[in-house]
């Protein structure tokens, strides 16, 4: 909220993480003036995926080429060719290579990078049935929270 123009929402009423969310949901939707959002968060291990689930988060992961991933990692997150190269391999691993376990796997979607850009209306197709709400694209397109703010 720093960062942006908003109000800081009034949490003093929430019980639980579930109420403070509720608070946060109800304010963000309300400033954006939209009816759906959503968090971007990479990285994200089986763990954080099943508790984001049970929280009543969808989760949409996102699977690109390894060779994308790995040349995005050492310009991004760590320039030393070496350690990404390790420090990528692991997280593949914890995630045993994008075949997550059932209890996680039948309750996520799983896009391949390429077909969103190759067949981007049969894959936003895809993701709105997940989502349960169509996806359209709006007139004037906003990056991250910079909506209404930055164009």
């Known amino acids: 909220y720093l960062h ?26 309300q400033y954006f003036n939209v009816q759906h959002f959503g968090f971007k968060k990479t990285m994200l ?15 949409i ?22 350690q990404a ?4 391999y692991d997280y593949l691993k914890q995630i045993n290579f994008y075949d997550f376990p059932n209890k996680i796997k039948d309750k996520i979607l799983i896009i391949d990078y390429e077909s969103l850009l190759n067949n981007k209306i049969e894959t936003l ?20 929270w910079n909506k209404n703010k930055k164009e």
Do not use: C
């Open 85 to 88: 190269f390790y420090d990528l």
């Open 61 to 82: 992961i996102l699977k690109r080429n390894l060779h994308a991933i790995y040349d995005s990692w050492i310009r991004r997150i760590n320039k030393n060719d070496l």
């Open 45 to 59: 291990n089986n763990n954080q995926i099943h508790s984001a689930l049970e929280e009543g988060f969808k989760v």
């Open 125 to 144: 197709k895809t993701i709105s049935d997940y989502l349960g709400f169509e996806i359209t694209t709006p007139k004037t397109l906003y990056y991250s």
């Open 4 to 29: 942006f123009p908003m109000d800081f929402p009034d949490f003093s009423k929430a019980k639980n993480k579930k109420e403070s969310m509720n608070i946060f949901t109800h304010s963000a939707l």
